[in-house]
């Protein structure tokens, strides 16, 4: 009796470690095969939100919404996020005062009012970040046929999310390499599919004024924009990474105390 189940358990125990090398393996090769032509290994920055500690760094937001608002604005819009997030706890921490300013910069359509008319007024906190285009058919005929994708929660869409966008922004060549013809109006890019994309270059050196004395350089813009691209499709982020590490501590805690009542409640019986 002892010995079957012993048995089936250690049966169970070399299925789990083959399926998990299984897994491993798979997760090893299945990476970078998303490109049709040769694949690029995508880049492996660190973040600081990596991790079971990982958390934002606000002033790092800061810049990183510099760089959505000055560059990335102009073309790709971010629906889901609104004014007063930036000032949520866990995020960028600009204050409300500095929120109401930054919304007062943009005018949004409202309405309609008693006449049934609507009308320009400037931007609240409570409105969502304002759309550079007025639909996708206006996005397109400005982008050679092309959309640029809204970025609300685009960093999750993509597998290796904050990775893949970070080497795109800094896998672009100047020149194709031999032999690779480029359609009208596209770039070549290491980590897009395909390696044609119909974004130009977005960041260069010294695009973005930075007050706080980082480095303008596009590496940088790009691992700013990318973390704040991060916050925004998951403001949680930081908290759901704490729950998780409490709830961890509590379960060995609670195997622990488990283990050492089933001593004292087996104790005097023979088994
Ligand atoms: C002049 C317009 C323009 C600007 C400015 C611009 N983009 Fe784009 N972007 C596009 C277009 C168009 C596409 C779609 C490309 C395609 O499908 O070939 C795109 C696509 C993307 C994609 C999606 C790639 C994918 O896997 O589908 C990302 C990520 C991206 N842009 C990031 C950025 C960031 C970050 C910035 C700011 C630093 C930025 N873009 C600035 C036009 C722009």
Redesign the pocket.
């Known amino acids: 009796m002892k010995s079957r189940a012993l048995n089936t358990i250690r049966g169970l125990a070399a299925g789990l470690a083959a399926s998990a090398i299984a897994a491993v393996l798979a997760a090893g090769f299945a990476g970078p095969a998303q490109a049709s032509g040769e694949a690029v290994a995508l880049p492996s920055e660190s973040w600081t939100f990596d991790g079971p500690f990982g958390k934002f760094d606000p002033a790092q937001l800061q810049r990183g919404y510099q760089?959505?608002k000055e560059?990335?604005?102009?073309?790709?819009s971010m629906k889901l996020v609104k004014f007063r997030n930036l000032a949520e706890p866990g995020g960028p921490g600009f204050t409300e005062e500095q929120v109401k300013v930054l919304a007062a910069e943009y005018q949004v359509t409202d309405g309609p009012n008693e006449d049934g008319d609507m009308f320009e007024r400037d931007g609240k906190p409570f409105d969502s970040f304002v759309s550079p285009f007025a639909n996708d058919n206006a996005?397109r005929a400005?982008?050679?046929g092309?959309?640029?994708?809204d970025?609300s929660v685009?960093v999750k869409a993509?597998p290796n999310g904050a990775n893949?966008?970070y080497g795109?922004?800094t896998g672009y060549h100047e020149e194709p390499p031999h032999g690779v013809e480029l359609r009208e109006g596209?770039y070549y890019n290491d980590y897009?599919?395909g390696h044609?994309?119909?974004?130009?270059p977005?960041?260069s050196e010294e695009a973005v004024d930075y007050t706080d004395g980082s480095p303008m350089t596009v590496e940088q813009?790009?691992r700013d924009?990318?973390s704040f691209?991060t916050w925004a499709a998951e403001p949680k982020l930081v908290e759901r990474k704490r729950m998780g590490l409490q709830v961890t501590i509590f379960l060995i805690v609670f195997a622990g105390l488990m283990y050492f009542t089933k001593k004292q409640v087996w104790r005097n019986v023979e088994h």
């Open positions: 760089v959505y560059v990335c604005a102009n073309c790709h996005a400005s982008n050679n092309a959309l640029p994708p970025f685009l993509r893949y966008i795109l922004l596209m897009f599919a044609q994309i119909a974004m130009a977005p960041l813009y790009a924009v990318v691209m």
